[in-house]
């Protein structure tokens, strides 16, 4: 089958144009149309001014998709933005779901918040780490508490995304409970906020502290495992390279 246009499905990062890869950058000079939510396409709206844009709101992902593909089968060169990297939490997945093999479809990787958050913190993921999302919109609140379970038995260090919202408000306390059962209260976590953006804070802190502490949609939290630490201010987990 002869393909029509062109999709590129791109990651652009926590939000700050120099935190995007050079190769999301030059797809986005090159496309024709940018489709994404919203508040996405406003963090790069200023970097690429003269392009066409198309948006939808939240929870619209799937009518975006569809979208991006209609209007690449018109024969033009389109890119899909997401935060991020585009495979992680992000629409790669749904975009080849609903494609036909019509579209030549090419996917650009971004930073995702767990790397861009954990370089504000210091380093955080230097060993094993599982990143596990606390929103239950399309994952059963029973299986996300198994694998913070599973993840906190195995002590690995946790990242977790969509920690918190209006709905949400007590997700991350309960979170917290579920890793206290096998972890020290005194276990060094981490907080980054609006990474790459002009509101960008971190804090080191103990997961008893942490159980009680305000985060929204816009924070990465880390619960380190056993062997984490803070040094001058950060959130470090070592690899062992000092015990060789």
């Known amino acids: 089958m002869t393909k ?7 990651g652009i990062g926590p939000g700050s144009y120099e935190d995007m890869t050079v190769r999301a950058i030059n797809v986005l000079k090159e496309c024709e149309l940018i489709v994404g939510y919203t508040v996405y396409i406003d963090l790069i709206r200023d970097h690429f001014p003269d392009k066409e844009t198309l948006t939808t709101p939240m929870r619209q992902e799937k009518q975006r998709c ?41 996917m650009v990787p971004g930073v995702t918040a767990a ?37 906190a038995k195995a002590d690995m260090v946790i990242c977790l995304y969509n920690p ?19 972890r020290d209260p005194e276990t060094v976590c981490g907080i980054a906020r609006n990474v790459g953006r ?27 495992n056993s062997m984490t630490k803070e040094i001058h201010g950060n959130m470090v987990t070592p690899r062992g390279y000092r015990n060789e």
């Open 115 to 151: 790397l861009s958050g954990g370089a504000l913190l210091g380093a955080p993921l230097g060993h094993d780490f599982a990143i596990i999302s606390l929103s239950d919109l399309l994952t059963p609140m029973e299986l996300i508490e198994d694998r913070l379970r599973m993840s």
């Open 66 to 106: 569809q979208m991006a593909l209609d209007e690449a089968k018109k024969g033009k060169t389109v890119a899909m933005v997401c935060s991020g990297d585009s495979g992680v939490y992000g629409m790669s997945g749904l975009i080849l779901e609903l494609s036909d093999d019509e579209v030549e479809i090419e």
């Open 198 to 224: 002009s509101e960008e804070e971190m804090s080191v802190l103990s997961l008893e502290t942490l159980k009680d502490t305000s985060v929204d949609m816009f924070t990465t939290v880390y619960m380190g």
């Open 164 to 182: 918190s919202s209006k709905k949400r408000s007590d997700y991350l306390k309960k979170a917290c409970e579920i890793v206290l059962e096998y």
């Open 4 to 10: 029509t246009g062109k999709l590129y499905v791109v």
